[in-house]
């Protein structure tokens, strides 16, 4: 057939999109897994704690007028100094927390690079940490961060403060250089 033929339907070649294997965001489900796990894991943590150092019994003597404002933000310190105790290895090492780790995901930056573990605690954290001991403004920036992840882009409040998205790790071939490149 003439290659100049007019009347020729078009044959226009259209190049297959290759998606970026390294860069496949992680399901909004497996990403609710992880976060119920690390949950679990902090849940078991801090309930002995907060048992035997008087939190829970004061909270269930005090009924209806509640705790003091300095009470709660002193053990929800205490609670984000025990998450960096428990989540600040894994996240300095490979952008994982324990949950994210079995379920096979990890934070990155925006260029794919493993963010500092100062970054992801002082941007990805703890800002959501503080606003949520404020009332009511905690209750409505609790509700929002999580319903972000349904946009396009995956990325929840605290993805998009600290310039984050979460991807899938592809198991222990994804490791990372000191650099915090992935090779």
Not at 138 to 154: C, E, H, K, T, Y
Request: hydrophobic share 50%; glycine share 10%.
């Amino acid at each position: 057939m003439d290659e100049n033929n007019p009347y020729a339907d078009p044959t226009t070649r259209i190049a297959d999109a290759v998606d970026d294997p390294s860069d496949a965001l992680a399901g909004r489900w497996v990403r609710l897994g992880a976060a119920i796990l690390d949950g679990l894991l902090l849940l078991v943590i801090l309930l002995p704690i907060q048992w035997f150092g008087g939190l829970l019994p004061a909270a269930m003597s005090a009924g209806r007028s509640g705790l003091p404002t300095t009470t709660l933000v002193l053990w929800g310190a205490l609670g984000l100094i025990v998450f960096i105790a428990v989540q600040g290895g894994p996240l300095h090492q490979s952008g994982q927390t324990w949950g994210k780790r079995v379920m096979d995901i990890r934070i990155v930056d925006l260029e794919g690079n493993k963010p500092p573990l100062w970054r992801l605690l002082a941007l990805r954290y703890l800002p959501l940490q503080a606003v949520g001991q404020i009332p009511i403004l905690g209750v409505v920036v609790g509700l929002l961060n999580p319903l972000l992840i349904f946009r396009a882009d995956r990325r929840c409040l605290h993805d998009h403060i600290a310039g984050t998205k979460v991807i899938v790790a592809r198991g222990a071939d994804r490791s990372y250089r000191r650099d915090g490149r992935l090779h």
